[in-house]
T-cell receptor, first 115, second 114 residues
Framework: KAGVTQTPRYLIKTRGQQVTLSCSPI?????VSWYQQTPGQGLQFLFE???????NKGNFPGRFSGRQFSNSRSEMNVSTLELGDSALYLC??????????????FGEGSWLTVV | AQSVTQLDSHVSVSEGTPVLLRCNYS??????LFWYVQHPNKGLQLLLK??????LVKGINGFEAEFKKSETSFHLTKPSAHMSDAAEYFC????????????FGKGTKLSVIP
């Protein structure tokens, strides 16, 4: 069974540009969450999607957005990139409803560098 | 609201000696608790999880953790450290209340001395 797949793995962007990151969850998983990891702030929750609907959102500016498709694949977009957006972006997938006990699986992440 | 505090940012042990990584949590709901490990330049791998069943949870690679509600703790232990255990470890809480939002601790970097 394939794990969580994130693309691209590494990318470099210039300030002011926008970027789109993609995540394919484990087959059968309907929930996809996104996290940002930086040395200073650690791991922070961005948002979660379930059945194409955003179910929860973290404390990030509106430049950060996401969506989920009918096949559960998800994309996140960051517009007007800032140097501080340089981070490892992690995608996580989980099955079905968010009940206690469901395991959450992470992808390898997308390393974004903004110059 | 939920939060996680990992009490040590860095732990150093000798190979073959026990490992103890400490974690305290707070949660408004009955929490699910996880330990994840992250090796350099890698994603997060689940070590173990607590979901209100047995309070002593066994995970992969010889790790285990004990849920103590009275102390709001979920410390991670391993009887004998191996060089391959050197990594960063994250204690994580999930409320499970309608969302998969996870709250992470700041992480504990484990160094293993040969």
């Amino acid at each position: 069974k394939a794990g969580v797949t994130q693309t691209p793995r590494y990318l470099i962007k210039t300030r002011g540009q926008q970027v789109t990151l993609s995540c394919s969850p484990i087959s059968g998983h309907r929930s996809v969450s996104w996290y940002q990891q930086t040395p200073g702030q650690g791991l922070q929750f961005l948002f979660e999607y379930f059945s194409e609907t955003q179910r929860n959102k973290g404390n990030f500016p509106g430049r950060f957005s996401g969506r989920q498709f009918s096949n559960s694949r998800s994309e996140m977009n960051v517009s007007t990139l800032e140097l501080g957006d340089s981070a490892l972006y992690l995608c996580a997938s989980s099955p079905g409803t968010a009940t206690s006990g469901n395991t959450i699986y992470f992808g390898e992440g997308s390393w974004l560098t903004v110059v | 609201a939920q939060s996680v505090t990992q009490l040590d940012s860095h732990v150093s042990v000798s190979e073959g000696t026990p490992v103890l990584l400490r974690c305290n949590y707070s949660s408004s709901y009955s929490p699910s608790l996880f330990w994840y490990v992250q090796h350099p330049n890698k994603g997060l791998q689940l070590l173990l999880k607590y979901t209100s069943a047995a309070t002593l949870v066994k995970g992969i690679n010889g790790f285990e953790a004990e849920f103590k509600k009275s102390e709001t703790s979920f410390h991670l232990t391993k009887p004998s450290a191996h060089m391959s255990d050197a990594a960063e470890y994250f204690c994580v809480v999930s409320s499970g209340a309608g969302s998969y939002q996870l709250t992470f601790g700041k992480g504990t970097k484990l160094s293993v001395i040969p």
